[in-house]
């Protein structure tokens, strides 16, 4: 009977190793996975265009800053716009790196991220304010709890998608709050209404360390804005 159960406890774990083993191959397909093809996004447009969207940006209005989260960051830039297009390039899923041998391809002003941060919609605006939402899918495992899946398995969703606005606030006369918060989410599909969810709120976190740490966000970040006064 002992050796029973040990034989099917052994074929019990050898499949859920198995199945560990093909979700971590098919996250890092993903991860890994290089944007290709035509270049696209605000920074390829020429420049009557890109003008025109700029344009319609500075018509919204900007909100005074009202609360410190975790999501949000200050900064100092001359013009804020400048700041939101480098947010939008990294989250639009049309824009693409260009590839090939071209000066365009190489030139470090045209980085493009991997698909990692890519959104699922192209970013939405509002109409009055200048923020905008979009929904991004990302997995749901993350890097530090695989050692711990190798201690105990469990049958755990594989994907979350969270709902983002992003809102660009006033601080002061030479500071603005880029502030991300979470508005809704579905795992695996499922829509959810539990707003403490702490898992969740781990993986909007790393989206949003993920986002801010971009070299091309993060020259954007100035830590020294934070010691704005918010009264």
Not at 24 to 53: C, S, V
Not at 137 to 150: C, D, N, V
Not at 169 to 177: E, G, N, S, V, Y
């Amino acid at each position: 009977m002992q050796t029973d159960f040990t034989q099917r406890k052994s074929v019990v774990d050898n499949e859920a190793h198995k199945n560990r083993e093909a979700k971590r191959a098919e996250r890092a397909q993903r991860t890994t996975k290089k944007a290709t093809g035509p270049a696209r996004g605000i920074k390829f447009l020429d420049p009557e265009q890109r003008n025109q969207i700029l344009e319609q940006w500075s018509q919204l209005e900007i909100r005074d800053f009202d609360m410190r989260t975790q999501t949000q960051f200050f900064t100092k830039a001359n013009n804020v716009l400048d700041v939101i297009e480098e947010i939008v390039e990294y989250l639009d899923p049309e824009c693409v790196a260009p590839t090939g041998d071209s000066e365009e391809a190489k030139d470090d002003k045209m980085e493009v991220p991997d698909t990692d941060l890519k959104a699922d919609n192209n970013p939405d605006f509002d109409g009055e304010k200048l923020k905008f939402s979009y929904n991004i899918t990302i997995p749901w495992e993350l890097e530090e709890e695989e050692e711990e899946e190798e201690k105990e398995e469990a049958d755990g969703p594989e994907k979350v998608t969270l709902k983002v606005v992003a809102s660009v606030l006033k601080a002061d006369d030479k500071t603005h709050c880029i502030d991300f918060r979470l508005k809704e989410y579905s795992i695996d599909g499922a829509a959810m209404s539990d707003r403490d969810n702490y898992q969740v709120r781990d993986r909007f976190l790393r989206h949003f360390h993920n986002l801010v740490a971009k070299k091309h966000v993060k020259r954007f970040n100035d830590a020294a804005a934070d010691e704005v006064s918010t009264a």
